[in-house]
């Protein structure tokens, strides 16, 4: 008899935020990848958008429910019937059926994952309905998830402060840069396509508070080092907030580059032309972009907080500040100290990406089947 993991791969045909799409079709791929003998993977979508690009290769079938994303996504908030059915269901998100089952006798499984916990750390970024929304569906599953994946053992301490009802359902999963991330060969005409220049101090992220770019473009302005600064991810309509807080630290127009999300071959082309990555977050949330870095060896500056202490480990400088002003001081002066020399950047490069192979999609894979067997 096979045995069937069914995936929620919402984001690949109605797609809310773009690293979620992403760890949603890498996580799936995986699972094709790691399949163990006598089981598969089905996906499933919601109705409406391109089926087509919800295609993974080895994926065993499609179901497709009868509601569109937003009206499941609010049935499923509800808690009200949406014909997903049962089985062993796993979730790279929060979007899942969380209703009563039974797991002993009809053997059926809901498993979801918390990336980030900004709708209770920092809900004043988020819109009223995307913390109402993310608010009732952890109740739901406090009250019917068989497990909450979680990316950190510090997402696993906080969210157990959160919702202390889950006891040990909640397991760590790191996630991961995408399979086969690399610089690609047409890294310089990629770049070209996006009007970046060569040799440039990256960032991430938006005008949000917990973003705490302000911290970067203050700490960047401080080292006196005149590169490029290019951010990414930037949310669309934000671009004119972003140049004025460069502005206000000093950073000058000419000197910014702001682009959206980037497909992971354009975004491993941005890495191939980048001095060093700084990451002044401090939020309980799995730092994509300083993955990245690390994958492809890649020098990481990084406020210390306790998510960068798990992921950099020693990977990269962290630097320490009891507030926004002494943290961009701290994290000026590890810049400046990382680009003072060629050996300094090429002994941070190696260090990177030493870290960097302790990600992997494949051995996330493996231990979300490992859950679900255990389940």
Same mark, same amino acid.
């Given at each position: 008899?096979?045995?069937?993991?069914?995936?929620?791969?919402?984001?690949?045909?109605?797609?809310?935020?773009?690293?979620?799409?992403?760890?949603?079709?890498?996580? @799936?791929?995986?699972?094709?990848?790691?399949?163990?003998?006598?089981?598969?993977? *089905?996906?499933?979508?919601?109705?409406?958008?391109?089926?087509?690009?919800?295609?993974? #290769?080895?994926?065993?079938?499609?179901?497709?429910?009868?509601?569109?994303?937003?009206?499941?996504?609010?049935?499923?908030?509800?808690?009200?019937?949406?014909?997903?059915?049962?089985?062993?269901?796993?979730?790279?998100?929060?979007?899942?059926?969380?209703?009563?089952?039974?797991?002993?006798?009809?053997?059926?499984?809901?498993?979801?994952?918390?990336?980030?916990?900004?709708?209770?750390?920092?809900?004043? *970024?988020?819109?009223?309905?995307?913390?109402?929304?993310?608010?009732?569906?952890?109740?739901?599953?406090?009250?019917? @998830?068989?497990?909450?994946?979680? #990316?950190?053992?510090?997402?696993?301490? &906080?969210?157990?402060?959160?919702?202390?009802?889950?006891?040990?359902?909640?397991?760590?999963?790191?996630?991961?840069?995408?399979?086969?991330?690399?610089?690609?060969?047409?890294?310089?005409?990629?770049?070209?396509?996006?009007?970046?220049?060569?040799?440039?101090?990256?960032?991430?992220?938006?005008?949000?508070?917990?973003?705490?770019?302000?911290?970067?473009?203050?700490?960047?302005?401080?080292?006196?080092?005149?590169?490029?600064?290019?951010?990414?991810?930037?949310?669309?309509?934000?671009?004119?907030?972003?140049?004025?807080?460069?502005?206000?630290?000093?950073? #000058?127009?000419? /000197?910014?580059?702001?682009?959206?999300?980037? @497909?992971?071959?354009?975004?491993?082309?941005?890495?191939?032309?980048?001095?060093?990555?700084?990451?002044?977050?401090?939020?309980?949330?799995?730092?994509? &972009?300083?993955?990245?870095?690390?994958?492809?060896?890649?020098?990481?500056?990084?406020?210390?907080?306790?998510?960068?202490?798990?992921?950099?480990? *020693?990977?990269?400088?962290?630097?320490?500040?009891?507030?926004?002003?002494?943290?961009?001081?701290?994290?000026?002066?590890?810049?400046?100290? @990382?680009?003072?020399?060629?050996?300094?950047?090429? /002994?941070?490069?190696?260090?990177?990406?030493?870290?960097?192979?302790?990600?992997?999609?494949?051995?996330?894979?493996?231990?979300?089947?490992?859950?679900?067997? *255990?389940?």
């Amino acid at each position: 008899m096979t045995a069937t993991l069914r995936v929620m791969l919402d984001q690949l045909v109605a797609p809310t935020d773009a690293g979620l799409a992403e760890a949603s079709r890498e996580l @799936a791929t995986a699972l094709v990848i790691a399949e163990p003998a006598g089981c598969e993977v *089905e996906a499933i979508l919601p109705a409406g958008g391109d089926p087509s690009a919800a295609a993974v #290769p080895g994926i065993a079938g499609v179901r497709r429910t009868a509601l569109a994303r937003r009206e499941l996504a609010t049935a499923l908030q509800m808690g009200v019937g949406t014909g997903i059915g049962g089985g062993m269901i796993h979730s790279p998100t929060l979007l899942a059926p969380l209703v009563r089952h039974d797991r002993v006798h009809d053997n059926d499984q809901t498993v979801i994952t918390m990336w980030d916990l900004r709708a209770w750390e920092s809900p004043d *970024e988020l819109g009223r309905s995307a913390v109402s929304w993310n608010r009732a569906m952890l109740k739901r599953a406090v009250k019917h @998830a068989d497990a909450v994946v979680v #990316p950190t053992h510090i997402h696993l301490a &906080r969210l157990s402060e959160i919702a202390p009802k889950l006891g040990d359902r909640i397991r760590v999963i790191a996630g991961a840069a995408p399979y086969g991330f690399a610089v690609p060969s047409d890294e310089v005409g990629r770049r070209r396509e996006l009007n970046l220049p060569e040799g440039f101090l990256l960032l991430s992220g938006g005008s949000a508070s917990s973003d705490a770019l302000a911290v970067a473009f203050a700490a960047i302005a401080q080292t006196g080092v005149d590169l490029p600064v290019v951010v990414v991810d930037v949310p669309e309509g934000q671009e004119p907030a972003m140049s004025d807080l460069a502005a206000a630290s000093g950073i #000058p127009e000419r /000197r910014m580059h702001l682009r959206g999300a980037l @497909a992971a071959p354009d975004r491993a082309a941005v890495f191939g032309a980048t001095v060093a990555l700084v990451a002044p977050a401090q939020r309980t949330a799995f730092p994509w &972009r300083v993955v990245d870095a690390l994958a492809l060896g890649v020098p990481v500056i990084a406020a210390d907080s306790p998510v960068h202490r798990e992921v950099i480990f *020693e990977g990269g400088v962290l630097a320490e500040g009891a507030d926004a002003s002494s943290l961009a001081e701290s994290l000026a002066a590890a810049l400046a100290e @990382a680009v003072s020399s060629a050996s300094s950047a090429e /002994r941070l490069a190696v260090l990177s990406g030493d870290r960097g192979r302790a990600f992997s999609w494949r051995e996330a894979a493996d231990r979300v089947w490992q859950l679900h067997a *255990e389940l």
